[in-house]
């Protein structure tokens, strides 16, 4: 439980929030590469720490974010012209580059020396594992681009699910890092079977454990922190433990234990104090890794199906979800298709900003208390001059991954050799030990 102000300082990012101006000691998502795919095509509106913008791709093929009200009088650059290395403001004709560079004033006379004067705020980029990313700090002292972990070859695949939702990042963020609920809340999803670790079909994720209260471990680190779930597995469980171990990379990635085919990440951007950008990867070798369009069916996350054209869910609490409680009576556990919209249900029914003050944690709670104790601690230490959490010399070693595994109860955990699931018989690709990626 936390005090309301606690409770603040953890949620708010807008403006001057102590949060926000951590978070933005990172490079931070704001779109996916697919929604600018084409050279002078569409912009598209993006929000980031309740900042507007606009991000396209011009003529040459490079991608701008810019803020998305014009510097002239104001109106919005998503309507803009995409043209000849600029985006074109309709109401005056103003036009800037993705550098920020005022190209052109028509309403101006030519002599006025105006364009020279004047520049458009505009943020540095990368593309990189399928995602456009914006450097929102200092523009004086922009880092260089640090691959995420789910991301961290160009040769793997990565297929990503986007959903916007309206609820605060940290509820999503909790929810992603809290291995206990996956045994209720998903259990028709990810169902209990006789395997020797977790695998995946087409239509279910199988887990070796009917074990609903796991034992919670966790081992704080300079990047966030990893965390076992220790289960009885099905088979021999008087030798051995059923291990999932999740890591938290600060400030809103979680790497999810993987099943045998691939591995599990997601990344929760706030759009603002009371929305969240989710986005759900699965990510790994080319030939076992899901297609993107098969991995958001699976998911139930497909625009124009479960999604409008903006990403927001059609699944809502005026509509229940879609609930289908003759499934339930049937023996589905929630009657709501795709286990990440099980989630979103219960994330969006905590009301925008989750009122921690009136919660009853428990033991299977852990990873939640060392989550908001680590972040409040993280952000107050930021504020008297620390480097940001998971920044520098802090960031997440290449060595680090998520794991799933059935163990005999003499092994530690911390110490266990994970590796990230890749196909059978071939060997990782290599990763350097800071794996940075020139921008």
């Known amino acids: 439980m936390l005090s309301e102000e606690e409770n603040e300082l953890l949620c708010r990012v807008e403006g001057d929030a102590p949060m926000g101006r951590l978070m933005r000691q990172h490079w931070t998502p704001v779109c996916l590469v697919e929604e600018v795919s084409e050279a002078d095509g569409a912009p598209v509106k993006a929000r980031v720490l309740g900042e507007d913008l606009v991000v396209f791709r011009d003529s040459d093929g ?18 803009g012209r995409n043209e000849e290395g600029g985006l074109r403001c309709l109401y005056h004709g103003w036009k800037m580059d993705v550098d920020g560079n005022v190209l052109e004033m028509a309403s101006e006379p030519a002599a006025s020396g105006m364009t020279e004067k004047t520049k458009h705020k505009a943020y540095p980029t990368k593309e990189w594992g399928g995602m456009v990313w914006g450097w929102f700090g200092a523009q004086d002292a922009v880092p260089e681009f640090r691959a995420p972990a789910w991301a961290p070859t160009a040769d793997v695949r990565v297929s990503i699910a986007k959903v916007l939702l309206p ?71 008087g030798a051995n433990d059923y291990v999932r ?34 986005y759900f990867i699965a990510w790994g070798h080319p030939a076992q890794t899901p297609e993107t369009d098969t991995w958001r069916t699976f998911l139930r996350q497909t625009v124009g199906i479960d ?7 059609l699944r809502n609490e005026d509509n229940r979800f879609w609930q289908d409680r003759q499934a ?43 989550f908001r104790r680590q972040m409040i601690d993280a ?57 940075l990626v020139s921008r």
């Open 62 to 79: 490079r991608v701008g974010v810019l803020a998305e009200a014009c510097p002239h009088r104001g109106p919005s650059l998503v309507l």
């Open 167 to 237: 609820c605060n990042w940290a509820q999503v963020l909790e929810g992603a890092i809290d291995s206990a609920h996956s045994s209720s809340l998903h259990s028709s999803d990810m169902v209990p079977a006789r395997v020797d670790s977790a695998k995946a079909t087409d239509k279910t994720w199988l887990r070796p454990s009917t074990d609903k209260a796991p034992r919670m471990q966790v081992e704080r680190t300079s990047y966030g922190f990893r965390y076992a779930a220790l289960r009885r597995p099905i088979q021999n469980a």
């Open 245 to 278: 171990s999740t890591v938290f990379v600060a400030p809103g990635t979680a790497l999810i234990p993987p099943n045998n085919l691939y591995n599990v990440a997601n990344v929760n951007v706030p759009i603002d104090d009371t929305n969240t950008a989710f």
């Open 307 to 313: 999604l409008d054209d903006r990403y927001r869910p």
């Open 328 to 370: 339930m009576k049937a023996g589905n556990f929630t009657g709501i298709s795709g286990f990440p919209n099980q989630d979103v249900a219960m994330w969006l029914t905590m009301g925008p900003i989750a009122d921690r003050t009136r919660e009853r944690l428990g033991a299977s709670d852990l990873a939640i208390v060392e």
């Open 379 to 435: 952000v107050r230490a930021f504020e008297n001059g620390a480097p940001a959490i998971g920044t520098a010399e802090g960031a997440i070693p290449s060595s680090v991954c998520a794991f799933q595994a059935i163990v005999p109860k003499t092994t530690d955990w911390r110490k266990y050799e994970a590796r990230f699931t890749w196909i059978d018989g071939q060997q990782d690709p290599e990763i350097e030990p800071s794996y």
